[in-house]
């Protein structure tokens, strides 16, 4: 399913409110939540972790994964949370007058 524009960034933010997570794990948390209806590509997913990096709405550093490999792990910063929540309300808004249209006879 495509995404779209601008839906990745908010499924990355939600992805890692809860903790830091390495861009493999971003992408399956996502998968997995979805049921995996939605299927973020590397190609894709790493170059909005650089984007929403460049916006300072997460930052990242250099960690071991559980494999023991070395990994960047993502964490949402303050101003990635605020953005969060108001792409989320914005997102809320948008699909609550989207199924009043399609419900509409």
Do not use: C, F
Request: hydrophobic content about 40%; aromatic content about 6%.
């Amino acid at each position: 399913m495509d995404l779209p524009q601008g839906t990745l960034d908010l499924l990355i933010l939600k992805a890692i409110a809860l903790e830091p997570q390495h861009g493999w794990a971003i992408s399956d948390r996502i998968q997995q939540i979805s049921k995996d209806a939605l299927k973020v590509q590397q190609g894709s997913l790493y170059p909005a972790l650089h984007r929403l990096e460049r916006r300072g709405w997460i930052t990242a550093t250099w960690d071991v994964s559980d494999n023991n490999r070395k990994a960047k792990y993502y964490t949402l910063t303050r101003a990635g949370r605020k953005q969060l929540e108001a792409q989320t309300g914005a997102w809320r808004a948008l699909t609550a007058a989207v199924d009043l249209l399609l419900d509409t006879p």
